[in-house]
């Protein structure tokens, strides 16, 4: 009787260390999850323990807008934002409206303390894309497939004032933000 016991004890914990105890959340390289449509794409460090969102046609339409504008930066070395007295206000403006979609779920009660950057593309009209979230927290965990996708299209709300740049008129800009 005894035997049976020390052989099933390995075999418990080989079970244990295959089968993840969180079943919701990748614990490889990439998940993907579909909702009306429209992919969410979850890739996870494992070296880090981040966890990287983005959303399928959101990702499409900023490549688009990079194979078609030359970003900003390439353009003039540095962007020469048209309001540049501002700038620094409207980022913390995206910043704040960012964890206000973020804290819309009764489960997130504090974001900023699990998402830890997020990167956005400037169009030249002003439109901004959010084309990829930085999570300590896996995110399946805290929002529903349609709240995560309300999340990226809200922040995408947001409306950069027009100009932009002081120049060149056409173009595009992307900015890592940090929480």
């Not at 460090?45 to 046609?57: A, E, N, T």
């Not at 709300?157 to 932009?164: E, G, L, R, S, Y």
């Amino acid at each position: 009787m005894m035997k049976k016991h020390i052989f099933i004890l390995p075999l418990l914990l080989l079970l244990l260390s295959i089968y993840p105890a969180s079943p919701i959340c990748a614990q490889g390289n990439t998940r993907t999850e579909t909702y009306n449509g429209r992919t969410i794409k979850e890739r996870f460090h494992p070296r880090y323990k981040f966890y990287y969102y983005s959303i399928g046609d959101i990702s499409e339409k900023a490549g688009r807008i990079e194979q078609t504008k030359t970003e900003f930066e390439i353009a003039t070395k540095k962007p020469l934002w048209a309001a540049k007295e501002k700038v620094y206000g409207i980022f913390d403006d995206i910043k704040i409206h960012t964890l206000q979609c973020l804290a819309r779920n009764d489960n997130s009660n504090y974001p900023h303390q699990f998402i830890m950057e997020f990167d956005v593309l400037i169009n030249d009209n002003g439109d901004v894309y959010c084309t990829n979230i930085v999570s300590k927290k896996c995110l399946f965990d805290v929002y529903s497939n349609e709240e995560l996708l309300w999340v990226f299209d809200e922040i995408g709300k947001f409306k950069f004032p027009t100009p932009v740049v002081t120049e060149p008129e056409k173009g595009y800009q992307k900015v890592t933000l940090y929480f």
